[in-house]
Structures are given as C-alpha cells and as structure tokens.
C-alpha cells in the first residue's frame, strides 16, 4: 500500500491510443497504478501497448467507463484538468499546489485527475463534476501540453509530493462522494422549483452556479445530509 | 528576452526522430527554445516534424553538431541527466534543484542540460563534459522515463522557478466578506427557525457545524446574493 494509490488517473475520450499507452507508461514511472478511461476511441490497442513499454500491467488493470459521472462514481474530489484559465469563480491549482493540497488537505481521500479530449477537452457537464480545476502553468504562447506530458507532470509532482511515512488515517467524516452530491444537487433543483425561485433573466446559469458552487464547497457526508434534512422540512412546510 | 533563454536542451544520439519532435514540443510548452542535436539518427525527419505539432519553429532553428564537445563550446554550465545513481562523488541535482540552483547561484550563465541515447544514456567521456548530474526521482521499480517526458519535467522546473512577472489580476468575483458571510448565515438561521428544521438531539451542534460549513466553502460575493435570494424565496413561500 503506497500512499499514492488512492490517486487515480481518468482520461476521457482519448483519440490517440498511442496517448493512453503513453500516460500509463508516465504514470508508472512516478509510483500511480490506478488508470480509468472513459469512451476510449481504440481501446485495447496494440499502440496502446506498444508506447506502455514496461507499463503494459496499468494498462491491464485499467478501467473502462461509459461516462465520466460512472468513473467518478466512488471517487471524493475530482480535479479537472484544463489549458485555460476561464473558470474564474472555481478553485484552481497548479500541479504542485494540487499534490501538497492532496496530501496536507484530503489524507486518505480517494482522489482523481480528469484529462479531457484531445482536441477539445472536457466539457461544461464534465466540468461540473469535478471539484476543482487543475492548470498546468505553460508558455502563454504555446500551451498545447500533450496529454500524456500533462499526465506526466501531474503524476511527477505526486511523486514529489507523497509522504514518506505512513499517511494518516482518513477522515471520521469524509467527504461526500459524487453520487451524494449529485442526489443533493437534484434535491435543491426540485426545492427550488417547489418554491418558484429562479433568475428570470438566466435560469439555466443560476443551475449551473449552483451546480458549480455545490462541487468546490468541499462539503463532506454528514453536511450533505444535514442539507437534505433542511430541503426536506422546507419541502414539507410547502407541501402542507 | 526571456530568463529562459539561456537554457539550452541538448540531446545526444538521439534514436527516434519522434522523440526529437515531442522534445521540441515539451521545450515551447515551458517556454525553451534552444534544442542541440549531438549526431541523431534521423534528422530532419518527417515523424519528428509530426510530432513536434505546433513547436516546428524550435526544430527549424536547432543545432546539430558532431560531438558533445562542439554542442557546449560555449556553454557554461552543463547537467547530465541520469537514470542511475552511480555518479556518488558527482554533484547531483532533482530537477526542482537543478532549477533553483540555476536562477539562485548561475544568474545569467548559459547552461545546458544534456540528455543521453533512449538505450544507453551518456558514455563516460561524454559524462566527464558536464558540470554536474541530473537525476529524475523515479519509481525504483520503472524508472524508464521516455526521452522527451524527460525533457518535459525538466523544462517544467526551469519554467516553474523563472523568476516572475507581474501578479495576476484580482478575480471579478471576489470571495464573499466576513459580513456578507454572517448575513448569510443569519438569513439560513432564520428560516431554519421558520420551517421548523432542528436536530431535536444537539440543536447548537448543528447551528455550527453550518457556520464552520460555510466558513470553509470558498463562497463568492455572487454566491452569497445568489443562496439569499433563493432563502428569501423561500420565507415568502412559508409566510403566505
């Protein structure tokens, strides 16, 4: 048990298959096992296999998922990775600042990293599920890092970054898993519209806020169910 | 004029051209320009043009030389990077280290960091030209680096550890005050109060488990006035 297996490693929608046997390779190099893809477009690949070089055994173990909400399903907090600095209102990180986060901040916590597409990256509704934003500071200029590069120094500073001793045990009260901040985020929406609150002028922006807001609080189990206690006597009183 | 400038990658017997181009594309991505070719196998090369993606201006400027002595003629201070530990009465540098060293105590000097043939490294002669030794931590179980991963991670440090320009600027929307943060709290209070919703067993316990709840959620000015308005919506609800 190394401290750096609760990271896992999410590539979604990766074209180039050459990319994903280049990213376990990157990662092996640094310690991380844990691989999970989501829609692959050739996966198994022999050029998968081929650029894992000695690596081929993360390849072996990885997992394939339909959606990212599927990959991120038992994971605590989620960073996406992306090349822009658009996400003004969301916490970002840079590698570094990610690793000693991951280890000074969520000992124990299931982790994962989340690398887009290629071409395009994640989108908006991927975005939303992730916890916080991760930048890898690169040449204004020219920030086209390829994926398995970025893949290698996020996996580097990890590296870097892992205690040597045994980590420390998790949390009595961790923090509240995707599926539970989805139901909670499905409960507000439905309070909400039991209330009849909503911005006129930009509805579907103030979902996705608070979407948004939900996924950075860093809200653990117990809060997440204190919040649904208070939706629920809300959505009673105006039911009666 | 760049405080990387003087940072030069230099590859010696370089095997894959492929490597040459995603070598050159790790550099541009961290802001390095100057690449060195000390007797390649394949240069130029369309694979390495291929690979090199958008970074085919680092390509079209680099050097090729005949040996490792003429590609440092006039460089300063050379680094060796190394998969192993044998060089023990050689200085020896971690990427991080490395960087620091060159901006703290080689201001201005022209250093180059070499990288040996993907199969065999750097022989002894060519060892004996540099100034000290690079060694890339690394899983003690596969530390098979690629190539141009390596020249990344480098590239990286020396990025990261650049002396530094001007701060960014302030977000547009900035962290909620400590007022706005109390306002909101009192606002949840009362129409926890309103809807009858309390933890019959430890009432206060909960009152600051909220408080601290919202004191660690990172929420901004926007934030704030949104939940308020969706509390405000609420009250009015359970008043008429």
Redesign the interface.
Known sequence: MSALDRFSIVLVGTTHPGNIG?AA??M????LTRLKLVNPAHFPSAEATARA???DDVLARCEVFDSLADALADVRWAVATTARDRE??W?QY?P?RFAEHSFAELPGVDVAVVFGRESSGLSNDELNLCNAALR????PQ?????L??AV??VA?EL??NAPTQAAPPASVDPLATQIELGRLNEHLLS??A????Y?PERPKM?VK??RR?LA????TT??VR?LR??LT??S???ES
Chains 1, 2 share one sequence.
Not at 136 to 139: G, K, R, T, V
Not at 142 to 146: A, G, M, Q, V
Not at 194 to 197: A, C, L, R, T
Not at 216 to 219: F, M
Request: no cysteine; charged share 15%.
């Open positions: 280049a390779r990157a092996k190099t640094m310690g070089s000695g690596a003004l209102q916490p840079t570094r890898i500071p690169a040449n020219y920030s086209s890092l390829n398995a590069m290698q120094l580097y590296s870097q309070v909400m039991q209330v009849g609150y911005d103030l806020r608070l807001m950075k609080a860093g809200l117990s809060e204190i206690g208070l006597a809300v009673a009183r105006n």
